[in-house]
Nanobody, 117 residues
């Protein structure tokens, strides 16, 4: 069973930076897509960024130019570098991986990011 553990969240002032990390364990198949989603209080979970096995990246318009997603294939890690943070980035950030061969996706427990104005 794939398990995901996120880290790197915290409290930061507007304009600051944070780097989120997610480690996948129990992996027995290639991780096709890895990504980050977020959910703010009272709002639906939304996509932040994804990175495919080939390295293709997809970003939400609201984070383009500020956030960068990357992955380490050897360690089964995915990272999210967040710069120029804004109060509206405040949310619980979730890591997700997709294994197409199994028709499954897996989620982490989430890490809180709070940006103060």
């Amino acid at each position: 069973q794939v398990q995901l553990v996120e880290s790197g969240g915290g409290l930061v002032q507007a304009g600051g930076s944070l780097r989120l990390s997610c480690t996948a364990s129990g992996v027995t198949h290639s991780l096709d897509s890895m990504g980050w989603y977020r959910q703010a209080p009272g709002k639906q979970r939304e996509l932040v960024a994804t990175i495919g096995y080939g390295g293709n990246r997809n970003y939400a318009d609201s984070v383009k130019g500020r956030f960068t997603i990357s992955r380490d294939y050897d360690k089964n890690n995915v990272y999210l570098q967040m710069n120029s943070l804004k109060p509206e980035d405040t949310a619980v950030y979730y890591c997700q991986v997709v294994i197409v061969l199994l028709g499954s996706d897996y989620w982490g427990q989430g890490t809180q990011v709070t940006v103060s104005s």
